[in-house]
């Protein structure tokens, strides 16, 4: 469906920016990028895309 694949590609997103935005700040391998990789790895970007596109939806709905 329309909002499941908004949902994924959401989630996606989510996880590469997040990604990204560690490696920029760490700048380095080591011991602190292993656990901001490790902590990151083990977030659930699918339930909060879950989330937020339902957030998304319930004000659209409650605007109209």
């Known amino acids: 469906t329309r909002e499941s694949e908004a949902t994924r590609t959401l989630a996606d997103s989510l996880k590469d920016y997040h990604e990204q935005a560690a490696s920029d700040i760490t700048g380095i391998a080591g011991v602190f990028a292993d656990l901001i990789g490790a902590a990151l790895g083990s ?13 998304v939806d319930r004000d659209e709905s409650e605007a109209a």
């Not at 970007?45 to 339902?54: K, T």
């Open 43 to 55: 977030v659930n970007w699918q339930v909060i895309a879950e989330h937020l596109i339902s957030d």
